[in-house]
């Protein structure tokens, strides 16, 4: 639950959000206790502030000041809670950066019976393959029987991910489930970026890329290749 | 003289929100927020440059959730209460202001430009806002597109083929629907690209997308013009390239014209500050204040001490950052002569929101600046289309996986901590619409009303405004109550369907509820349906 701009507001405002959030006293308190009150009061149940958030989207879908309880959707009848998990194993991959994606999975009840009976431990383990899909390395994360998702870092671009839930007992292994590959890509000037050091280059790329303020638009790969760059240029300079 | 070509993309969009079961909505109020304050004034300023024949070119693209609801009577006839509830309002604020000039200008400001907009909605537009956009479209002024059917966010949908393709067709069949001409063009929303997207968009007979700018910059190819020009896919696909500086100068939170001291402040509102006994008819049971639009504080700065607004001085601060825009796009056409062999197009797109909702002033610096351009040969104001018709030779590329969404990915939609979770319940409803529509192909009469409203259930559960409602942390309740519904929904029809059994109650309420995509038809979730040729057309690019 957040509260929008709260240094912003008016006395009078940071009062009736008070009232309408039922805390004590409202009616008496100074701005800065209502402040403090009221940032108390959304703190109980997330730190964040919209302030964290970048860009003109931090305004979008706000009618409001306050994160409003919202108790009044009804359902539809017949529907149930959704489920804990689904009758069956399955694991899936999610890209969510370059080089980080989100795993998560679920074990038919049957199977995490099996395995706990067993007393199997688990491994999340992150293969990656060449473009022909040819092992090239792979790493393993220990997880729990408990746990049901996991953020992987994928370190090299231009290679295939996978991942698979694999059992171990008595130091056998078996593998549970795989995931479907996600393809990464390596830029073109990542492995080139002597290109980027000709004046035109740089210029008809990158120029719709430098912000305002003179810094690249908050892209981790940019960045990189901006940073390999600014190396390769001052190693030049101090040769 | 080289000319600097403008290509301006507004991507319209709100998500599905129809309550009919209350009389009075909080989050309905969305709609009628941005049919107010961007929509028609808007539109408003195309037909005064329309009569004022003064030339422009702009592509707007119109969600088929918002399509929906703009054609949805019973929203219409709850906007038309909004209006005259706030012309209302606003006649109150006038007699309470009478003794402060300067807030009873501003009342009286707010009041007459909500009677502007009733008169234009309903004389205009016959009470179907979409009418008056198709009118600028015919008459050579816009170029409408559309986006995937609930605005839903690709890339992580990546390992669900049939479910990506039913989001593009739903959306270009419902386009169909609703204007004359067929959408050329495709806004991904929120950018978001996956290498291979292309192949889903070209069997619609898709011409071009906006990408953003690191989709070029990344690519595994060379690029050699930059975002100065589009490209093609190897497909044929065209890919309109983002200029990140200049959509900056616009939506940058920190260093955008929106930013400006003198522009009104979005969060100072009457709804807050007022009493609630003068506030209550216009703010939400039981009695939770929201926003009213009657708003009498500049920006000032961050501090609670704000200035009152000036509307005069903030239109003066439009026009200055109308010519700074062009400013800004001039230098950088010079400082590249030496770079390009060709006249160079400038992609800048943005939510159309941003004009009129979020930044007050922005449709007023959007009539300034086209204004502008119509008086200066240095400038012209293109579509992607009339690019595409000029058959400019454009480089032949790989676009790389991109999004204009924080970091440039996904990780606003699948952050990890409060929206990730739901991707195992959403992927699972996929499956299991697409196990429907393959196990129970061509059923009839109530089954097949049972399986469409499934089908229809399934786009919205795909829908990115939930997970980005979720992330942000704005009305999140709503959006996680929103989300688990469609996927309740789906398992719903699933459990009846595997036991051979209709729930009639749940379908008629569903029905009248989410009644959206009246035509769909939940065949497009069997895996067979992308094997036969898209219901569109299939003319070569």
Not at chain 2, 310 to 318: G, M, N, Q, T
């Amino acid at each position: 639950m957040v509260l929008i701009s709260i240094d912003s507001l008016s006395d009078t405002e940071l009062r009736n959000i008070a009232q309408q959030e039922d805390l004590e006293d409202w009616d008496t308190l100074s701005r800065e206790e209502l402040i403090e009150g009221l940032e108390h009061l959304y703190d109980e149940d997330d730190d964040r502030t919209l302030d964290g958030i970048t860009g003109s989207s931090k305004k979008k879908f706000v009618n409001t000041l306050t994160d409003v309880q919202s108790d009044n959707v009804l359902s539809l009848p017949g529907v149930e809670s959704l489920p804990e998990s689904y009758n069956d194993t399955s694991i899936h991959l999610i890209l969510k950066d370059f080089n980080w994606a989100y795993v998560f999975w679920s074990l038919s009840p049957q199977q995490f019976s099996e395995l706990e009976e067993s007393g199997a431990s688990l491994i999340l383990r992150n293969t990656r393959l060449s473009a022909d899909d040819r092992k090239v390395a792979e790493y393993d994360i220990d997880v729990s029987l408990s746990d049901t998702s996991w953020t992987v870092e994928l370190p090299y671009p231009g290679f295939k991910y996978k991942v698979s839930l694999v059992s171990v007992v008595d130091e056998k292994e078996s593998v549970i489930c795989t995931s479907t590959c996600l393809e990464t890509t390596q830029s073109w000037f990542s492995t080139h970026p002597e290109e980027l050091e000709k004046d035109s280059v740089f210029r008809a790329v990158f120029s719709s890329l430098i912000m305002m303020d003179g810094t690249v638009i908050p892209n981790r790969q940019l960045i990189d290749i901006v940073e390999m760059l600014n190396k390769g240029q001052s190693q030049e300079a101090d040769a | 003289m080289m000319k600097s070509r403008i290509n301006f993309i507004f991507n319209a969009h709100m998500p599905f929100v129809r309550h009919p079961e209350y009389p009075k909505f909080l989050e309905e109020d969305w709609l009628y927020e941005v049919m107010n304050e961007s929509y028609l004034p808007l539109l408003r300023m195309m037909f005064k440059l329309k009569d004022d024949k003064v030339p422009f070119r702009l592509t707007f693209s119109l969600s088929p959730t918002l399509c929906s609801m703009l054609s949805d009577d019973l929203l219409n006839e709850r906007f038309c209460t909004y209006l005259d509830e706030h012309i209302e309002l606003g006649d109150k604020e006038i007699a309470r202001l009478s003794g402060d000039s300067q807030r009873c200008a501003l009342a009286t400001y707010y009041r007459d430009e909500l009677i502007a907009n009733r008169t234009f909605y309903n004389e205009y537009c016959h009470g179907r806002i979409l009418n008056a956009f198709n009118k600028l479209s015919n008459d050579g002024y816009l170029e409408l597109i559309t986006t995937t059917a609930t605005h839903s966010y690709l890339p992580v949908f990546k390992d669900y083929p049939i479910a990506v393709n039913a989001q593009i067709e739903t959306g270009v069949l419902e386009h169909s629907r609703n204007f004359d001409k067929m959408s050329e063009g495709f806004w991904l929303p929120e950018c978001g690209y996956y290498p291979g997207l292309e192949n889903y968009l070209k069997r619609h007979n898709i011409r071009w997308v906006s990408l953003a700018s690191h989709a070029l910059a990344l690519s595994p190819d060379r690029p050699e013009r930059g975002a100065y020009s589009p490209v093609r896919c190897p497909n044929g696909l065209y890919c309109f390239i983002r200029d990140e500086r200049f959509c900056s100068l616009v939506w940058s939170d920190t260093e955008g014209y929106p930013t400006d001291t003198d522009y009104r402040d979005f969060y100072r509102d009457i709804g807050f500050d007022l009493p609630m006994d003068y506030i209550r008819p216009y703010v939400h049971e039981p009695e939770v204040r929201s926003f009213t639009g009657y708003k009498y504080c500049a920006v000032t700065g961050k501090t609670a001490e704000k200035s009152v607004y000036d509307r005069a001085k903030a239109e003066a601060k439009a026009m200055a950052h109308a010519r700074n825009f062009l400013y800004n796009v001039s230098c950088r056409t010079r400082s590249m002569l030496d770079v390009l062999d060709m006249e160079p197009v400038y992609t800048v797109s943005f939510d159309a929101e941003l004009f009129g909702h979020w930044w007050f002033e922005g449709v007023k610096w959007l009539d300034d600046l086209i204004r502008l351009v119509a008086a200066d040969d240095e400038f012209e104001l293109i579509t992607p289309v009339d690019f595409i018709s000029s058959k400019t030779d454009v480089q032949t590329l790989r676009p790389a996986l991109s999004s204009w969404g924080v970091g440039g990915y996904s990780s606003v939609w699948v952050d990890g901590s409060t929206n990730a979770k739901y991707y195992r319940h959403i992927f699972k409803a996929i499956e299991r619409m697409t196990e429907l529509a393959e196990r129970f192909p061509a059923q009839k009469s109530l089954k097949q009303r049972f399986l469409n409203q499934a089908a229809r259930e399934t786009l919205l559960l795909m829908a990115s405004d939930w997970p980005f409602i979720i992330h942000n942390q704005t009305n999140a309740e709503y959006a996680v109550k929103r989300l688990e519904g469609h996927i309740q929904n789906v398992n719903l029809v699933y459990d009846n369907m595997c036991k051979n059994a209709v729930n009639t109650e749940w379908l008629v309420k569903a029905e009248k509820r989410d009644n959206l995509f009246k035509n769909l038809d939940y065949n497009i979730m069997n895996g067979s349906h992308l094997e036969e040729p898209s219901p569109i057309y299939t003319a070569e690019f």
